[in-house]
């Protein structure tokens, strides 16, 4: 699996903007922050101008003792007051950042998992699990460290500096020059070496990061087939090659952060000598007092340590920046299956189904699968799908579900174009059993309960009866409290498809897709579940998706599709009465493997 990755100033002009925009939904907690923390930093621009004041009047000896006190303890009191007005100021402002933090980190992760919810089925499908997880919780840890860094680091970094510039050339030109020209080089310096120098490296190691939790979650989600071959040596050396990558990347990274920080500290080091050395020259030629003296070492050392930050924070902004990269690019991807502007819910009564002269082609695909096909299934008619793999029963019902968007024509129900419906009001209306069903790791009940929040125990309970899952669930030691793991593997084939059987009886919907409903279970169980399935279709349109065609005997009519047409279409009878039909030819075929199959027992 491939990843793409953008220029580094591509990435930095697509993540900042979006963190403003989530700033603007907190105008008065940005102002907040911004107000508190830049007072609290000017209150460090002025305390080393009351230092050089101390300095100045301790300096001054016994001329006049009381004078001399007096402006000792002035300069003192205002360092006192401009040390405890900083303390509580960052108190309010870091407390402000925490909140504005929160509020944005929930936001994002709840709108990416709004987003990742409402892709289309393609790219689930063609997407790890894990790898779309390690993109939400990493960008939502960069969200933090990012904002942290730009409000809490870099705003109160550029206040000194500029603060400091500003008084110390109002004093000393010349100082004031070398301040300016001084930061302007490390700055720029340090934002060309990250953007150009660590971002590329950052974005490398973090596409090998995405894909280190995809090959996790993906050996993880498949164990049961990692020991049925006994792979575990070979997933074993699967991880180990992705990880000797994963560690060069991630190493290289790591060295060009220190790298950096070293050329930072030698820029640091000629500034230091200017500013100090500029200093002396001026005290050497009586324009400076040893206050004064005092005051620019001072403000030298709180600019020192400033800048050493922004290093340090430019740094961090820009890890932050690829952090966030991929997190970005998930909340730009276009929703495929949209609802419509004017969407409203869809009213369905009898359930008619109509697929009026449709096209259709899967995206990459020249050869639609469907060509103007055109089928009409009457409201409360049992409809059987049958026809060879890859022949477009699939393909079928994933259209009246809109899991999917016709290239032309168009599906309707009820006389209603499912384009015009909003999806959620279209599949609460349509209850579906898949050929494989899928459980969450939660109980019993509430996964019977999924397809009705609402339903008391009474309700959860007759619908396990009607499905024939209520004994089995009864013997577990915790009946319907009992949580079924992940993706429902602590049951068996046949336990998790009468599961799923069990919440299309509680959806209770006027429509009804039925994958092979019963493939999974053994032949006791089977004509049970045939039993319930009668009672179930009963009342409702109900499409059956059929590999075995002993299922569909009963149906009122049988759909046979090849190579995405409607090839046949009638009863079982009238379908086994055409000489050389694609039914008959399917039919006879089981038929003669069953017979074998019989005959071996």
């Known amino acids: 699996m491939t990843s793409s990755r953008k220029p580094p100033r591509a990435a930095i002009s697509t993540v900042l903007p979006f963190v403003f925009q989530h700033w603007r939904r907190q105008p008065w907690r940005v102002a907040l922050v911004c107000a508190a923390l830049s007072a609290a930093t000017l209150a460090d621009v002025f305390m080393p101008f009351f230092a050089g004041r101390l300095v100045d009047a301790v300096a001054a000896g016994n001329a006049d003792p009381a004078q001399t006190w007096r402006t000792a303890l002035a300069a ?19 407390h402000a950042i925490v909140a504005l933090t929160l509020r944005i980190m929930s936001d994002v992760a709840r709108d990416a998992f709004w987003r990742v919810q409402r892709f289309a089925s393609d790219w689930h499908a063609s997407t790890f699990a894990g790898a779309t997880v390690r993109k939400v919780t990493r960008g939502m840890n960069a969200l933090d460290l990012l904002n942290d860094t730009i409000l809490g680091a870099l705003l109160p970094s550029l206040v000194v500096l500029l603060g400091s510039m500003v008084l110390l050339g109002v004093q000393w030109p010349v100082l004031g020059v070398v301040i300016a020209l001084s930061t302007i080089a490390y700055i720029a310096l ?82 230091r000598a200017a500013v100090i ?40 902004l820009q890890r932050s920046v690829n952090d966030m990269e991929e997190l970005v690019d998930l909340h730009a991807q276009p929703i495929a299956i949209a609802d419509a502007p004017d969407a409203r819910p869809i009213v369905v009564q009898g359930g008619g189904i109509a697929f009026d002269n449709v096209t259709f082609h899967y995206g990459g695909h020249d050869v639609p699968l469907y060509d103007g096909l055109s089928v009409t299934i009457r409201p409360g008619e049992r409809v059987g799908l049958v026809g060879r793999s890859g022949s477009g029963k699939t393909t079928f019902v994933k259209l009246i579900q809109r899991l999917h968007d016709v290239n032309g024509g168009c599906v309707m129900i009820d006389g209603q174009d499912v384009r015009q419906a909003t999806q959620q009001s279209l599949r609460s209306q349509i209850a579906i059993v898949q050929q494989e069903p899928v459980l969450f790791h939660r109980s019993l009940a509430e996964n019977i309960a999924y397809a009705r929040p609402g339903a008391s125990q009474a309700e959860i309970e007759e619908a396990a009866r009607l499905a024939n899952a209520h004994d089995f669930i009864a013997r577990l030691p915790h009946g319907y409290a009992t949580p079924v793991g992940e993706r429902g593997v602590k049951l068996s084939g046949g336990e998790r498809q009468r599961v799923a059987l069990a919440r299309a009886f509680l959806a209770d919907a006027p429509i009804l897709i ?30 059956v998706i059929a590999h075995r065609l002993s299922t569909v005997r009963a149906l009122d009519r049988i759909l046979v599709f090849d190579h995405g047409c409607l ?25 003669l493997a069953d017979g074998w199959l019989a005959a071996a027992e």
């Open 76 to 94: 003192f009191a205002a360092i006192i007051a401009l040390g405890f007005a900083g303390v509580v100021l960052r108190h309010v402002g870091f």
């Open 190 to 271: 340090t934002l060309a070496v990250s953007t150009r120098y660590i971002a590329p490296a950052a974005s490398a190691s973090n596409a090998t990061d995405t894909r280190l939790g995809g090959l996790l979650a993906d050996a993880v989600s498949c164990n049961a087939v990692v020991k049925a071959f006994g792979a575990e040596d070979r997933e074993d050396e699967r991880l180990h090659g992705l990880l000797r990558v994963w560690a060069r990347r991630t190493g290289r990274t790591w060295r060009r952060y220190t790298n950096t920080g070293t050329a930072q500290l030698l820029l640091l080091l000629l500034v």
């Open 277 to 316: 050395g500029g200093a002396l020259l001026l005290w050497q030629a009586g324009h400076a007092s040893p206050g004064d003296l005092a005051y620019v070492m001072t403000s030298y050392f709180v600019i020192h340590g400033y800048l050493g930050d922004i290093g340090m924070h430019i740094n961090n």
């Open 514 to 543: 039925l994958d092979e409903a019963t493939s999974s279970l053994d032949s006791e169980s089977e004509a049970l579940i045939q039993q319930a399935m009668e009672r179930l279709m009963r009342g409702r349109t109900a499409l």
């Open 567 to 591: 090839a046949e279409e009638g009863t079982h009878q009238s379908l086994l009465q055409s000489e050389g039909g694609i039914y008959r030819r399917l039919f006879e075929r089981q038929t």
